[in-house]
């Protein structure tokens, strides 16, 4: 039997419901395989600064490099809002980011046919959208220095902060970027806005210099602007999609909601080695925190995203992506994707539906 | 009869025949409200580097700052792409909204009910959207210094830019923002990611402090992540938008596709004082550029707003909007706001019939 540690960080809101039903789905799908989870659970945002005064402490992140991989669930709600910088839930994200060295953060956005109905897109523009975005994780604006507040030379107030690559950051995320499109289509869009910043006109560059390792791959650029636009217009147009941290955070969550059912998008960041970081793309929802009436979907397949891309368990990865397809054509369906005529459950019941089909 | 100094910046691709339409137009509903027009032409953009080297060329900026509003075709195309820096098309552009320091940019997005099909967003989504986007046009990472090139304490070769708001610059985007939502229906978003960046922090504590100015004015923030993701979702539930000049360049353009006829989009582009810059908001498409199949509304209607936003001129720019409403509600359509029971012209004849309805 392979035995794997994993790092359980159920974090605020939804988040502890959603990783109990992943938990028990790994579990399952684990010992059909042949593998054997130690689950070892922490806490992080909002849960850590209520119980140790700070949103990632230093205990979680330790126990988070030394697993396999960290399963995270949501963070964040209304409670911490006006909280300090450094006692943001958000500010123990960004620290678990840079701490585990995750710079690729892989979003895939897909529409299944069985939800086509829940994108507000019409029919015909949303049937058939797969995507992923490849987005630069630990660099860029949400990292460069200097940053802060201070008075310019006219002693007015500003407040700033520097949106700053390295070559050898571009060309890693770049390199993850063509070998994910390669196994995709065989299409990567890298978006920037070279037209206007330094910063941008760097990335493109180093961009390029790396294709010439990926002769059997396309490679297109597209400004971020055009690149908002035309995830709206044609989402089809793209397959795999890489660009900078800031120009990721609002465009995967753009063409997330293409989808329509965000909670059923994983996701999974990737550093060169250590473990990754897998996480849904839907936050904490405070509001309905508690209630089981959260979609486990998104978390379930971060799962799978994390025995795929972070353990290399293809087999038990794919035994729960179709078991989460099975669950649907089954007709069950939590409040967030509900259509007439389907079976409307609560989050727990969602994940014994799932487990059965295991 | 009055009588006001008009710049023209015809530039690249479409621009000098959507310029040419609206000229006319222009002219045709100024002599019916008193008012006359001296139009004078100066090179910009690709034209301005063929004839001159520069793209903004010295006399082409005077002059736009000695008269009284400009009105500006469309810049860009294949041949400058590969310019360097200084000789873009597009940095031409830069120079001027920084020369005329027209640092609010009102991009107005709204769904006509003649045009609803045209959307990609489902009919009962995209009805009824009517937005405006207050984008901050002369500030932040777009001007913002340092940036360039350069190697950091490795050694390693870096590109950066710098993201930076002075108070006074929000303060006075804030002012024409909580202005423009006044006068609309009341509600200001402001967009930022003040959960990560320092210049978002400041951007929202001085958007909340010009706030006490407007307090019939309703202010919510919102995360530029999120904003990206709304648009798709619900678009009706925006009004006013203001945010910085990337954000808004972004979720401008992602707002305009929304309503899947940016062929119909002006924009408007104001100072303190001096003179306004009006645009539409689509580019050059040098695909077609010369073919006389350009859609012609985008800049009508900018020319409606250098009459209303730039010159005071009210009446005038209303006979413009109902003359473009009217030329719709006639059936008259070019190709890419073209529908199968509609008579589909050429930019020429757009314009004729938009005079016929003027
Ligand atoms: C919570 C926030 C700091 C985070 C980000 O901006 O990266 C989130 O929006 C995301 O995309 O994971
Ligand atoms: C052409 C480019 C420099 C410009 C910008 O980024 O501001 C354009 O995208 C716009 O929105 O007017």
Not at 30 to 58: H, N, R, T, Y
Not at 106 to 133: C, H, I, W
Not at 164 to 170: G, R, S
């Amino acid at each position: 039997v392979k035995s794997y540690n994993i790092t359980l960080l159920p974090g605020d809101g939804i988040g502890p419901e959603v990783i109990s039903v992943a938990k028990n789905v790994l579990n399952l799908a684990g010992s059909l395989e042949g593998i054997e989870f130690k689950f070892k659970e922490m806490p992080m945002g909002g849960a850590a600064l209520d119980l140790i005064g700070v949103p990632l402490p230093e205990e979680t992140l330790t126990t988070a490099k030394q697993s396999d991989a960290v399963l995270l669930g949501a963070i964040g709600g209304y409670k911490w809002d006006k909280n300090e910088k450094h006692l943001k839930p958000e500010t123990g994200l960004l620290q678990l980011r840079e701490g585990l060295q995750v710079f690729a953060n892989l979003r895939p956005a897909s529409v299944l046919p069985q939800l086509v109905d829940a994108s507000t897109l019409k029919k015909e523009v949303a049937e058939g959208v797969d995507l992923m975005v490849v987005r630069e994780l630990t660099g860029g604006i949400y990292f460069g220095k200097p940053r802060g507040f201070g008075t310019n030379e006219n002693g007015e107030e500003i407040g700033f902060n520097t949106e700053v690559y390295a070559a050898y950051e571009i060309d890693r995320i770049a390199r993850i970027a063509f070998e994910t499109a390669r196994k995709r289509s065989g299409k990567l869009c890298s978006v920037d806005k070279a037209n206007v910043l330094e910063a941008s006109m760097f990335w493109r560059e180093r961009v390029i210099a790396i294709a010439a390792e990926y002769p059997d791959v396309e490679l297109t650029h597209m400004y971020v602007d055009n690149a908002a636009m035309q995830l709206v217009r044609n989402p089809k147009q793209f397959d795999t999609i890489v660009t900078n941290n800031i120009f990721g955070d609002i465009l995967s969550d753009e063409a997330s909601m293409i989808t329509g059912s965000i909670g059923m998008l994983p996701s999974a960041s990737l550093g060169e080695s250590g473990p990754g970081l897998f996480e849904p793309i839907h936050g904490s929802a405070p509001d309905i925190g508690g209630q089981d009436k959260a979609n486990p979907l998104a978390t379930i397949l971060s799962a799978a995203m994390l025995l795929k891309y972070g353990l290399g368990e293809v087999k038990a990865a794919e035994r729960i992506e179709l078991a989460v397809l099975d669950t649907l054509n089954r007709g069950f369906r939590t409040g967030d994707i509900y259509s007439v005529g389907n079976k409307l459950v609560g989050c727990k019941e969602m994940g014994e539906q799932v487990l059965k089909s295991v």
